[in-house]
T-cell receptor, first 114, second 118 residues
Framework: DTGVSQDPRHKITKRGQNVTFRCDPI?????LYWYRQTLGQGPEFLTY????????KSRLLSDRFSAERPKGSFSTLEIQRTEQGDSAMYLC????????????FGDGTRLSIL | AQTVTQSQPEMSVQEAETVTLSCTYD???????LFWYKQPPSRQMILVIR??????QNATENRFSVNFQKAAKSFSLKISDSQLGDAAMYFC???????????????FGQGTRLTINP
């Protein structure tokens, strides 16, 4: 169990640029989640996958955001035409099955928009 | 929609003493799960303890225990014999137990920053 891995740890970009983050879940976990956390707040749900199917998207996920999980393994989160308000920590989590199985989180990707 | 409220933005405790962090939630569901997560500075979020709503017995994990009051929709975390390594942000989280859309996401509170004084 190597844990949930996220890359990069930090991303600094200019407003208007596109960015892509990657998440590698724990290998046997079939569920993968993306959350966004702003400074001093709790994480907010963005989207979740069961295997390769994206089953839910939050209203927070505007048209500029897209997430994929090809082949049900790693996932990518892309933000197009970044805005100042996109600055946040983007957290990925994974879990196994349903029921009380907890979600295991990665270290996150901190995005800073100049 | 479910909401989670943590009314204590910051708490502090002397090393080796006991501290209780508060959490209340609002839901119309009867089947759900509650969690406490710990997030040390610049480090990943770690599960501390979880509680199934259908269980009357309060969960315990070593020095960590909860006081689950289902009727009052309260879920407090007690940390006994506090240690310096317990310093972190603590988040209370709710997850639906149903199979409806949205049942898998965690709904987090705003967090409580816990400081341990040596």
């Amino acid at each position: 169990d190597t844990g949930v891995s996220q890359d990069p740890r930090h991303k600094i970009t200019k407003r208007g640029q596109n960015v892509t983050f990657r998440c590698d879940p724990i290998s046997e976990h079939n569920r993968l989640y993306w959350y966004r956390q702003t400074l001093g707040q709790g994480p907010e749900f963005l989207t979740y996958f069961q295997n390769e199917a994206q089953l839910e998207k939050s209203r927070l996920l505007s048209d500029r955001f897209s997430a994929e999980r090809p082949k049900g393994s790693f996932s990518t989160l892309e933000i197009q035409r970044t805005e100042q308000g996109d600055s946040a920590m983007y957290l990925c989590a994974s879990s196994l099955g349903r029921g009380p199985q907890p979600q295991h989180f990665g270290d996150g990707t901190r995005l800073s928009i100049l | 929609a479910q909401t989670v409220t943590q009314s204590q933005p910051e708490m502090s405790v002397q090393e080796a003493e006991t501290v209780t962090l508060s959490c209340t939630y609002d839901t119309s569901e009867s089947d759900y799960y509650l969690f406490w997560y710990k997030q040390p500075p610049s480090r990943q979020m770690i599960l501390v303890i979880r509680q199934e709503a259908y269980k009357q017995q309060n969960a315990t994990e070593n020095r960590f225990s909860v006081n689950f009051q289902k009727a009052a929709k309260s879920f407090s975390l007690k940390i006994s014999d506090s240690q310096l390594g317990d310093a972190a942000m603590y988040f209370c989280a709710y997850r639906s137990g149903g199979l409806i859309q949205g049942a898998q996401k965690l709904v987090f509170g705003q967090g409580t920053r816990l400081t341990i004084n040596p």
